[in-house]
């Protein structure tokens, strides 16, 4: 079978439908994927978030639980390790391996396509990338129920945080409730992700992976849960106080609580006709209100029957994203926001992205489902969902109590 030539292969980019020029993604030609070729230099940075992981499906996905040759001494009395002694870490988070063993989804629970062998197939099929699905009321129906199991889910998760607690703990509770409520847990070798949440702490953006290492009073973390239940996926997270030492942070403080209104503010613009592009503008400018950066690495996505698709939602402003919203349409919108600057660097496990001056960074994520005069927030909130808005801690300022601002 022949392959497209130059004059009619079709970009790559997930919300680009013009035709490919001879640019091509340079870490594919070192994989040996001669195929990815894309319209312009912005195009490729704009899809980047989701175009790498297709790398992770060619490289060695072993590298991604197991630990390299390089290691430190386990303790002698716990058998504890740092799997990448050498990494120039860029905050004083450390991974703390030996990981535990995949946890097992029973068959009778429906699986998505890259739960055998870590590739999403039905992500990358031609005429998927650029295509938003818009959804019929079976559809919607299936993405309401997901959610509201996904909130479920997380509400559980985040019950259980308290210090001492170690992350794969976070990740045995998720794993179990998703099973009980006949779910698959999206993450769960999706790209060969090792594990069934992603927890990422302090100045991890996202994607950090569960293991050894306990909480600790003043951390702060982010749960990301994602179920695959009736053939769709329901996605959200958030970030939680450790302890009330992180309470009386103020910095940890404004950095969570900016990221939780950066979000709350983008939601309000969701409507019928409302330009993808635009969430982006009112994220960053409350974000710079707050003197905090928005990350520009990672965006929201499309979701549906497929973990990840189109549209993207970049969370920066002046991004060029094409495209608007339309009744029947569901996304993500997931800000992430850091105290210093935007940009990240990658753990050696391929999937932990860290702040790249060391400083604390927020999410949080809802899947939303356009309507005909507005949004649904799928993934809401309830009344009795754990954590919620902390006001900016008393401080001390020349012996009398001064409440902490932003500024």
């Known amino acids: 079978m022949a392959s497209e030539t130059a004059a009619t292969r079709k970009c790559m980019g997930d919300d680009c439908d013009n035709d490919a020029g001879s640019l091509q993604c340079p870490t594919c030609l070192k994989l ?3 195929e990815s070729y894309f319209c312009s230099q912005d195009c490729f940075k704009r899809n980047w978030s989701t175009h790498k992981l297709l790398h992770k499906s060619q490289s060695n996905f072993l590298h991604n639980f197991i630990a390299p040759k390089v ?9 504890l390790y740092n799997p990448f002694p050498t990494f120039p870490f860029t905050g004083p988070l450390r991974p703390v391996y030996p990981l535990s063993e995949r946890r097992k989804v029973p068959k009778s629970i429906q699986h998505p396509d890259y739960a055998h062998d870590g590739i999403a197939r039905s992500e990358r099929a031609y005429g ?5 699905e818009i959804l019929d009321k ?3 129906d299936g993405m309401r129920k997901v959610c509201r199991l996904a909130r479920e889910v997380l509400d559980i998760a985040a019950a259980a945080i308290k210090p001492g607690v170690t992350t794969d703990y976070i990740d045995e509770i998720v794993h179990k409730a998703c099973l009980e409520r006949d779910s698959y847990p999206s993450p769960l070798n999706y790209f060969h992700f090792p594990k069934s949440v992603c927890t990422s702490l302090n100045e991890i953006i996202c994607h950090g992976i569960p293991d050894q290492r306990p909480l600790v009073d003043g951390d702060i973390l982010n749960i990301d849960v994602t179920l695959y239940h009736g053939g769709y996926h329901g996605d959200l997270n958030e970030t939680y106080y450790v302890g009330e030492k992180a309470k009386n942070d103020p910095d940890s403080v404004r950095v969570v609580e900016t990221a939780r209104e950066c979000l709350d503010e983008a939601i309000k613009l969701v409507k019928p006709g409302a330009l993808f592009r635009n969430y982006g503008n009112v994220i960053e400018k409350h974000a710079k209100s707050r003197g905090c950066s928005v990350i520009k690495s990672y965006c929201g996505h499309g979701i549906n029957s497929l973990f990840h698709c189109a549209p993207n939602i970049p969370h920066y402003a002046k991004n060029k ?15 992430m926001v850091a105290l210093g600057t935007h940009k990240d660097k990658t753990w050696p496990d391929e999937w932990t992205s860290a702040t790249l001056d060391g400083k604390r960074t927020a999410q949080f994520e809802h899947t939303l489902l356009v309507t005909a005069d507005g949004v649904e927030v799928l993934t809401a909130r309830t009344p009795n969902s754990p954590g919620g ?15 902490e ?3």
Not at 72 to 77: A, G, I, R, T
Not at 128 to 132: G, S
Not at 389 to 403: Q, S
């Open 32 to 34: 040996g994927m001669k």
């Open 71 to 79: 290691v430190s001494e386990p303790d002698p009395d716990t058998g």
């Open 128 to 132: 998927v990338r650029n295509k938003i």
């Open 138 to 140: 079976k559809g919607q």
């Open 321 to 335: 994203t094409v495209g608007e919203a339309k009744e029947g349409m569901c996304f993500t919108i997931e800000p």
């Open 389 to 403: 808005p902390v006001p900016m801690p008393v401080v001390a300022v020349d012996g009398e109590k001064k409440e």
């Open 405 to 407: 601002t932003s500024q």
